[in-house]
């Protein structure tokens, strides 16, 4: 052994001062992960926010608003006071998209089925008849707005739908 002790670390001081070097490397990975961590908190809450917004918008709507695909093939969502209107459950809407239709009044039906055939991806404005489940008669005005995609192309279909059944009632000989 020779050189002095003066020069030499003990032992115990060499892991520590590498763990130190290797938690000072870390350190700034560390801060980034607590920042990232931050900012999914931040943007949860942010979107619990908007769910709540959008939760008190649709429960005090009264018409009904649904998303669809161009085709009408597959219902994305619709707002509750379909239930209220329709006597039908949305989840019966979601799970059977053409059952809306199937509740169209009989001498309604062809007409709305051949406007839709030919809509091509233009804005509709409907009238009907719809059978509640319970017998009773309820007039809708609908109306249906394409969506286009990047192109411009429809590839679904935003709608409200209103029960203007007690209009069409007080006024028998008007359009509504």
């Known amino acids: 052994m020779n050189g002095s002790k003066a020069n030499k670390k003990p032992l115990l001081a060499r ?17 980034n992960l607590q920042r990232q961590a931050a900012a999914g908190a931040s943007l ?8 709540a917004l959008l939760r008190e918008l649709t429960e005090n709507i009264h018409q009904v608003f649904w998303l669809a695909s161009a085709d009408q093939r597959q219902v994305f969502y619709v707002s509750p006071s379909y239930e209220d209107i329709w006597g039908r459950s949305c989840d019966s809407l979601l799970r059977h998209p053409t059952s809306w239709l199937e509740a169209i009044h009989p001498e309604d039906r062809p007409g709305i089925e051949a406007q839709l055939a030919s809509a091509h991806g233009q804005r509709l404005t409907h009238q009907y008849r719809i059978v509640r489940p319970d017998g ?41």
């Open 15 to 31: 892991p520590a001062a590498s763990a130190r070097k290797r938690t000072d490397q870390q350190a700034p990975h560390v801060e």
């Open 44 to 51: 949860e809450q942010d979107l619990r926010g908007q769910e």
């Open 136 to 176: 009773t008669i309820r007039w809708i005005l609908a109306r249906g707005y394409p969506v286009g995609d990047r192109q411009g192309h429809p590839y679904r279909i935003a709608g409200l739908a209103e029960d203007i059944t007690e209009r069409k009632l007080a006024c028998p000989s008007s359009s509504a």
